[in-house]
């Protein structure tokens, strides 16, 4: 069956980057538009961007300058990068497949930005 | 950005009720819409695809309606296990949107 398993440091100091994996298994990558959409604690969804295995990515405008997501094909794997984070940035992140709606979810990786 | 305004952001309900939740795009969105189930400290689940596509495996109490702007999600008659938080999503723009969520809590 279809698996998505985020990884990734669960603490990042302000001003750093945030870098997270997401482990791809059961259905090749070259299948669906890949997602990262993330949830501050006790508060609503917020998409982060997508890629397509043709070179295909799109962020949402409030990230995009701090926002990069890649993908690695033969590793079955898309990893986010965001720089510059603040406490505002702290949330349970999500990687997630897209065919219509979000599909395949992993189970979230919350992601806290103190010192 | 599509605004994405849910209705109401709480209701109180008892086990077989009819439940429903509307979804207000800020324009026009097609029907590209979603429905999702969230349970505390889990990922969302697509419940409901393109406004009123029931998603494989998921229980035919839930549905879908709407165009346009306007959508309902509706769930016939509510089981225990469906008292939790449920948001709607738009993917006819970038960026994509969801919803404020509406919590269905136990009356």
């Known amino acids: 069956q279809v698996q998505l398993q985020e990884s990734g440091p669960g603490l990042v100091k302000p001003s750093e980057t945030l870098s997270l994996s997401c482990i791809v298994s059961g259905v090749s990558i070259r299948s669906y538009y890949w997602n990262w959409i993330r949830q501050p604690p006790g508060k609503g969804l917020e998409w982060i961007g997508y890629i397509y295995h043709s070179g295909t990515i799109s962020y949402n405008p409030s990230l995009k300058d701090r926002v990069t997501i890649s993908l690695d094909t033969a590793r079955n794997q898309f990893s986010l990068k965001m720089n510059s984070v603040t406490a505002a940035d702290t949330a349970v992140y999500y990687c997630?497949?897209?065919?219509?709606?979000?599909?395949?979810w992993g189970q979230g990786t919350l992601v806290t930005v103190s010192s | 950005d599509i605004q994405m305004t849910q209705s109401p952001t709480s209701l109180s309900a008892s086990v077989g009720d009819r439940v429903t939740i509307t979804c207000q795009a800020s324009?026009?969105?097609?029907?590209?819409l979603n429905w999702y189930q969230q349970k505390p400290g889990k990922a969302p689940k697509l419940l409901i695809y393109d406004a009123s596509n029931l998603e494989s495996g998921v229980p035919s109490r839930f549905s879908g309606s709407g165009s346009g702007t306007d959508f309902t999600f509706t769930i016939s008659s509510l089981q225990p296990e469906d008292f939790t938080t449920y948001y709607c999503?738009?993917?006819?723009?970038?960026?994509?949107?969801f919803g404020g969520g509406t919590k269905v809590e136990i009356k």
């Open positions: 999503q738009q993917y006819d723009s970038l960026p994509l949107t």
């Open positions: 324009q026009d969105i097609n029907n590209y």
């Open positions: 997630a497949s897209q065919r219509e709606g979000f599909n395949y």
